[in-house]
């Protein structure tokens, strides 16, 4: 215990200490992540908590703003050619990496376009085992493989063939651009010595301790007032495991920010209609919006599989329409998710005009009766397997079967083991969620595509529909945005046909917020961004 008190000691005095520019300790900004933080590379940011810290450190050729609207960030602008497969990039050579000993005695040096030519290359390299690969699966590596750099400041991908979404996905955190000297210098070790181009760079990290970043005072960006970002002095995440220690923090002014709450608190902050309760409101914000994420219940119909669900479209459908999922998400998660009527694709990236398999009791049971069970016949017996998490959206669906004679066993699995099993296909109805890696319904629809069965995709229903499938390479090589989306409503109503899976709610990003924080944003991707970011003395 001597150890750990002298190692947080010293990580506060070091924060404090990086405040002295401002001489304002109010000026860093303080979070804990619960969930830990593996890595600071970018290569390997596949989870949320080190996308927060890696946004941080790093930048990419473009992001997304608050609207969603793609801007630049290191390219100044791009070119996109008729036929949709060559990007040409317009790098700013203002650009900077952060100050380090790798540069030599210059300390630092300028991003060109080269450097985005080594960060891709890094990606799809089999020795790094990037999980992010899969994004450059479209690079057509047989032309000037695939990245090239014809100069400094133009930097040139190369496709296979059309893909409309691939702009976007050049904004995940995959994508930053790092220098050849740190991975040369670091190797593997980079992930505890990140250098990148962001608005915050490295200072030191205690593992599952503290981890402080301190301001990047040679940073390129500006607010619109000319004045240079970002406006705090340094950020601190501390990694404390138990919920009610981080919510406690908020109240108490130790943390600026939570992201979602524990339903162990939520009747606690939240009214039932999911709004703050105001007795915190003079200490904290509540800002909410649509998340990119949904959460569903799978079935594996494998035309192997000997499951009566896996044959029979009629009695998945029937499932869904017994269940009142805007009842199940007043009661079980006081309205802070959205019902999921409209299909499986969030209403942030897919309108739909009208509701699909929506909540109607004589429908289900005359389906139930068309798939063959009986209300005083013998029961169905089914097994639903989730994680302790959502136990109690299982028990809430059990009990919601029940009057149609359906014996519903449900099944608590550790996170690994069902993880594990799902990928596998070995569970034949599964809980489980999508949260998109780029804002396109395309993201959503691929785990749909045979080409996509697990274990070596997300497509863990093994769902198979050469229609669908015929689409999905469609819609991918539109460029038209109202041609590409008359399709992928036809996509969407063939998924709400078949019911491989039954959409449960369409998740909602929920953050917490101090009410010493100004010019806080939040966004349906769920990253934060911390640039533009001030605190009150």
């Not at 990037?130 to 930097?155: K, L, M, R, Y």
């Not at 040139?156 to 955190?173: A, C, E, K």
């Not at 009842?327 to 897919?350: D, H, K």
């Amino acid at each position: 215990m001597k150890i750990y008190t002298y190692l947080y000691l010293a990580v506060i005095a070091v924060v404090i200490s990086c405040s002295k520019q401002g001489d304002n300790q109010s000026n860093v900004f303080y979070y804990n992540e619960s969930n830990g933080i593996t890595s600071l590379d970018p290569a390997f940011a596949r989870d949320l908590e080190i996308m927060w810290a890696t946004n941080q450190l790093f930048d990419g050729l473009v992001e997304f703003n608050a609207e969603m609207e793609l801007v630049p960030v290191i390219a100044k602008s791009w070119t996109i050619s008729e036929d949709g497969k060559k990007y040409s990039f317009i790098i700013n050579n203002e650009v900077t990496f952060h100050h380090s000993e790798v540069f030599g005695p210059d300390s630092t040096r300028k991003v060109t376009a080269q450097d985005f030519v080594y960060s891709f290359n890094r990606i799809v390299d089999p020795k790094v085992a990037s999980p992010g690969a899969w994004i450059f699966s479209q690079v057509d590596f047989q032309n000037e493989n695939g990245f090239s750099a014809p100069n400094d400041s133009t930097f040139v991908i190369h496709l296979t063939q059309p893909f409309q979404p691939f702009l976007g996905m050049l904004s995940m955190q995959y994508c930053n651009v790092v220098p050849k000297e740190a991975i040369e210098k670091y190797g593997q070790d980079f992930r505890a010595h990140p250098i990148g181009t962001g608005p915050f760079q490295f200072a030191f990290w205690y593992e599952n301790i503290a981890l402080v970043f301190h301001k990047n005072n040679f940073y390129f960006q500006k607010d619109e007032n000319g004045t240079p970002l970002p406006y705090l002095d340094a950020i601190k995440i501390d990694f404390v495991k138990e919920m009610s220690v981080e919510f406690q923090g908020l109240l108490l002014n130790k943390y600026d920010f939570i992201s979602g709450i524990h339903p162990s608190f939520k009747d606690e902050i939240l009214t039932s209609n999911g709004e703050l309760d105001s007795t915190f409101s003079k200490s904290i914000t509540f800002f909410k919006t649509p998340f990119i994420k949904t959460d569903y219940i799978g079935f594996y119909i494998d035309s192997a599989s000997e499951e009566k669900t896996a044959k029979s479209s009629a009695l998945r459908k029937a499932i869904e329409l017994a269940i009142d999922k805007k009842e199940m998400v007043r009661y079980l998660r006081n309205n802070t998710v959205v019902p999921a009527n409209q299909g499986f694709i969030p209403p942030s990236l897919l309108t739909s005009q009208q509701e699909v398999n929506a909540y109607n009791l004589e429908m289900a049971k005359s389906l139930f009766e068309e798939a063959g069970v009986k209300a005083n016949g013998q029961p169905l017996k089914i097994v639903m397997a989730t994680t302790s998490d959502y136990t109690d959206l299982i028990e809430y669906i059990q009990h919601s079967l029940q009057k149609f004679n359906l014996d519903v066993e449900v099944q608590v699995m550790q996170g690994s083991t069902f993880r594990d099993a799902t990928a596998k296909g070995q569970l034949p109805i599964f809980r489980k969620s999508w949260l998109a890696d780029y804002p396109d319904p395309e993201n959503f629809f691929s785990l749909f595509t045979s080409k996509n069965f697990c274990p070596a995709g997300p497509n863990y229903t093994h769902y198979f529909n050469t229609r669908f499938d015929s689409l999905y390479n469609e819609a991918i090589q539109i460029v038209n945005d109202s041609a590409r989306t008359a399709v992928y409503q036809e996509m969407n109503s063939i998924i709400a046909n078949d019911s491989p899976v039954i959409p449960i709610y369409y998740d909602q990003v929920s953050h917490f917020v101090s009410n010493r924080v100004q010019n806080w944003e939040i966004n349906p991707i769920n990253l934060i961004d911390l640039k533009k970011v001030k605190k009150l003395n």
